[in-house]
């Protein structure tokens, strides 16, 4: 018991100072007429410390693209995430803190 506490504390109390938080986050356009990934690549780099495409699902009809992008702040996610609002009126978007809460 006392060695899972110690581990749990340890994981807490002794990560780095400047550990930075990765996001997992999807863009989904239902009528992507005029977007294209390049547009929302531009749209997000400007905000992003880092950002790497994970997947791209796309049809006439549809475009999902997966990425994790290493925001600096709060303030640069949700100026990322109105950016990419103001692209297309059908953008859907959805984040996910990809670290564990241990």
Known sequence: FFFVIAVIWGKHFLKPADAQRSLNFTVLAENPLGLTLDSIVETIMPHCKELEMKRLDE???Y???AFVAEFRNFKDL??????LHGLNDSIQI???DQ???I
């Open 59 to 61: 049809n006439k009809n």
């Open 63 to 65: 475009m999902e693209a």
């Open 78 to 83: 949700n100026n990322a995430r109105s950016a």
């Open 94 to 96: 959805s984040f996910l």
């Open 99 to 101: 670290n564990g809460i």
